[in-house]
T-cell receptor, first 115, second 115 residues
């Protein structure tokens, strides 16, 4: 079956611009996660959705970052006034339910480059 | 505070050699979960194993084996008879009972298997 998909695969933007990154989870998965992976590092948690609501957004670095999941499926990560330090690979994952008995399936990521 | 430490940044081996990846974790929870993920050059994280804190049995899956030792807070991963296709970055991760959906990753170990 189809895995987690993310679009675009690559995004280059200028400092100060607004970007949106999209995640399509596996069908039927109620839990969705965003992580950010900087070069040479492991992924870092950003936000977790259970259904339509953001159950935990404690990993978002500041108020320039925002994510939505209006219908409980597709999610969009939005970054305002991008900075060069936002350059990273943004990973989306989904799981059947929230508890860690259920494996998180990761998408291929969106590589964001802020020039 | 770093919850997961992977002290080895890079390991290079010749095909058919065994390779062991170290993972040391830190948590005050008595209930927690440990994971290993593989990230091949394509970039997509692939789940390998999940272990809960109450199950200290070692596990073997084909050429992969895992050694979980609570006494030393370690969850090491061995690839036996390595193959070129094993070349990837391997991440160890921890989730704790309070926020069991939130994976805390180590920095990863890059494994290069030479033919």
């Amino acid at each position: 079956g189809a895995g987690v998909s993310q679009t675009p695969s690559n995004k280059v933007t200028e400092k100060g611009k607004y970007v949106e990154l999209r995640c399509d989870p596996i069908s039927g998965h109620t839990a969705l996660y965003w992580y950010r992976q900087s070069l040479g590092q492991g992924p870092e948690f950003l936000i977790y959705f259970q259904g339509t609501g953001a159950a935990d957004d404690s990993g978002l670095p500041n108020d320039r970052f925002f994510a939505v999941r209006p219908e409980g499926s597709v999610s969009t990560l939005k970054i305002q006034r991008t900075e060069r330090g936002d350059s990273a690979v943004y990973l989306c994952a989904s799981s059947l339910m929230r508890i860690s008995s259920y494996e998180q399936y990761f998408g291929p990521g969106t590589r964001l480059t802020v020039t | 505070a770093q919850k997961v430490t992977q002290a080895q940044t890079e390991i290079s081996v010749v095909e058919k050699e065994d390779v062991t990846l170290d993972c040391v974790y830190e948590t005050r929870d008595t209930t927690y979960y440990l994971f290993w993920y593989k990230q091949p050059p394509s970039g997509e994280l692939v789940f390998l194993i999940r272990r809960n804190s109450f199950d200290e049995q070692n596990e073997i899956s084909g050429r992969y084996s895992w050694n979980f030792q609570k006494s030393t807070s370690s969850f090491n991963f061995t690839i036996t008879a390595s193959q070129v296709v094993d070349s990837a970055v391997y991440f160890c991760a921890l989730s704790e009972s309070l926020n069991d959906y939130k994976l805390s990753f180590g920095a990863g170990t890059t494994v290069t298997v030479r033919a």
